[in-house]
């Protein structure tokens, strides 16, 4: 797994076997970002927007296609190479599965008639298609993004949520979005539920209660507690308390800030709360934990 953090982004390569890998780019920033990576003709690729949009650039430039919220595009051309040529708008985040054309196929071995370019008659010939993404495929989206996992079950959670991306975008039924998840059903639903994820990020030292929340994004309090375990897999104060954590090590790690400085950025009016909290989910103290760092 190869991991790239800037003050503004990152991108995340996640490996699930050979031949099949997963990519997670993040661009926070107010500038565009430049994501490159060789992707030979062997590859089928699929790419997800979950927010803002970004364009996908063939042929040295002279050949675009734009990817915006909420939309996916499928690519492949057995006959010639496509690189990945990303510009990534700001507050734009995108999640591309990249993965053998020979393995695609050994998913499908037995439905391969069940997709038209997978049929003999498209062995020689390039394809294209955007979509737009499905609330239930929105869902498996976020929980790429966010999960809170150890990392030695990382992979293997990722690799079941790609397969289950593959399985949704394929299924063309009619009510599977019904069917998977009851009450979120609308896109609108799933955005609210987004949006209630920005909030309680961007507030975190000061978060709303959770009846000001589900005014403020138009939901009820039931629907709200409801959506936010399905999409992020945990309630809304644990996932606040997990990325408070993350937000604090970071701070911690760049060496630029002291204990009461992170504790006051996250939320703890207390230095003794903080150090508290830090322990629970880290088993050591900021002070112990910033000393590791510099031993180390």
Known sequence: MEVKNTAQGSFEEVLIEDGFYVLKIQNDSIENQKVEREIDSSFIQFHYCLK??????????????????????????????LPLNLELSPNSWMVSVVMTIRKFHSLFSKEADYIPF???????????????????????????????????????????????????????????????CPFLVDEDNVKRIRKAKEIIIARMAEPPTLAELSDEIGLSLKKLKEGF???????????????????????LETGQHNVNEVGLKVGYSTASHFIAAFKKKYGTTPKKYLMSLTNG
């Open 52 to 81: 803002g949009n970004g364009k996908f650039i063939f042929n040295e430039s002279s050949y675009a296609l734009e990817v915006s919220e909420e939309n996916s595009l499928l690519l492949y051309n057995t006959q010639k190479d």
């Open 229 to 251: 375990k399905q999409i992020y897999g945990d309630s809304v104060y644990s996932f606040l308390f997990e990325h408070k954590m993350d937000y604090a090590r970071k701070m």
């Open 118 to 180: 997978l049929s003999s008659d498209f062995q020689d010939k390039k394809y294209y298609s955007q979509e737009n993404v499905s609330p239930a495929t929105a869902i498996v989206l976020s929980q790429i993004m966010n999960y809170n996992l150890h990392s030695s079950i990382k992979s293997l959670y990722i690799k079941g949520k790609v397969y289950e991306l593959i399985a949704l975008y394929f299924n063309k039924s009619e009510d599977a979005d019904i069917e998977q």
